[in-house]
């Protein structure tokens, strides 16, 4: 079973530019997480979709951050226009159907450097 | 708040030698608690969890509600558990993870 991919491994861009992060989940999990490392900082939730729907979105940092997940498979996050402090390592998760809660078990991609000079 | 404190960046041990990874959660409610680890090059995976009060690689952990810790021990380290051991406690639908305690383990 092929496990969570994301894509791209590592990207650099400057300032201003715009990023698009992709995760493709497990096939068959509705549930899907985004998370972000920050240098030195904890790894922080960002948001949830259950299939195409925004469950929790509580963890996004501001409306420059955008996640989609159209027919419920994969999700991008598009950063626009990127910032400095954007820099970090983002993972996205997936679980099975079931309560959606922390519970389930979550599984992790490898996770996409971002570094914004 | 929910929040997870652990707090040791680097633990360094000898091959054979105890372990204990310290975890402290803030919590109102009934907790779920989880270790997670990232060996080198790899995915971060679970480990274990409080709920199934198993042991994983050696390693267990015992929530402790009164101190508010769920501490990952393991009473004989192996060089092949040198890793990255976040804790992580599950509040709804999210993980909050601590900072993430990177063990050493030396021949």
């Known amino acids: 079973e092929a496990g969570v991919t994301q894509f791209p491994s590592h990207s650099v861009i400057e300032k201003g530019q715009t990023v698009t992060l992709r995760c493709d989940p497990i096939s068959g999990h509705d549930n899907l997480y985004w998370y972000r490392r920050v240098m030195g900082k904890e790894i922080k939730f960002l948001l949830h979709?259950?299939?195409?729907?925004?469950?929790?979105e509580s963890g996004m940092p501001n409306n420059r951050f955008l996640a989609e997940r159209t027919g419920g498979t994969y999700s991008t996050l598009k950063v626009q226009p990127a910032e400095l402090e954007d820099s970090g390592v983002y993972f996205c998760a997936s679980s099975q159907v079931g309560s959606g809660r922390a519970t389930d078990t979550q599984y992790f991609g490898p996770g996409t450097r971002l570094t914004v000079l | 708040a929910q929040r997870v404190t652990q707090p040791e960046k680097l633990l360094s041990v000898f091959k054979g030698a105890p372990v204990e990874l310290k975890c402290n959660y803030s919590?109102?409610?009934?907790?779920?608690l989880f270790w997670y680890v990232q060996y080198s090059r790899q995915r971060l995976q679970l480990l274990l969890r409080?709920?199934s009060r198993e042991s994983i690689k050696g390693f267990t952990a015992d929530l402790n509600k009164g101190e508010t810790s769920f501490h990952l021990k393991k009473p004989f380290a192996q060089e092949e558990d040198s890793a990255m051991y976040y804790c992580a406690l599950g509040g709804g639908d999210k993980l909050i993870f601590g900072t993430g305690t990177r063990l050493q383990v030396f021949p």
């Open positions: 919590y109102s409610g009934s907790p779920e």
């Open positions: 409080h709920i």
């Open positions: 979709f259950v299939k195409e729907s925004k469950q929790d």
